[in-house]
């Protein structure tokens, strides 16, 4: 089971990116979907998560208004799109896959994806 995480790479403050998180190895289309950021110095915090249907999504207070997760099972990808970003978005980025209860806790989740780094400057 492999979740591999793209789209990640320089922008200027103010510009987007999509990032896209394809599985292999099994399909996910009954399992929430996440994505979590980890910044240098600083624990992996939740950024936004999806149920299996996109029924429901979920987003952290900071990225609310700005990022956008979506799925599409019949390819069996996650998506982020990250508009009006700013310098503090700057981290490597996760997908994460097969949450039991809370979507934003990482604990919780089963599957991970490598990371993307997303560098956002001033």
């Known amino acids: 089971v492999q979740l591999q995480a793209s789209g990640g790479g320089l922008v200027q403050a103010g510009g987007s990116l999509r990032l896209s998180c394809a599985a292999s190895?099994?399909?996910?289309?009954?399992?929430?979907k996440g994505w979590f950021r980890q910044a240098p110095g600083k624990e992996r915090e939740f950024v936004a998560g999806i149920t299996p249907s996109s029924d429901y999504s979920y987003y952290a207070d900071s990225v609310k208004g700005r990022f956008t997760i979506s799925r599409d099972n019949a390819k069996n990808t996650v998506n982020l799109q990250m508009n009006s970003l700013k310098p503090e978005d700057t981290a490597v980025y996760y997908c994460a896959a097969g949450p039991r209860g809370d979507y934003s806790d990482y604990v919780r989740y089963r599957y991970w994806g490598q990371g993307t780094q997303v560098t956002v400057s001033s």
């Open positions: 190895g099994r399909t996910f289309t009954s399992v929430g």
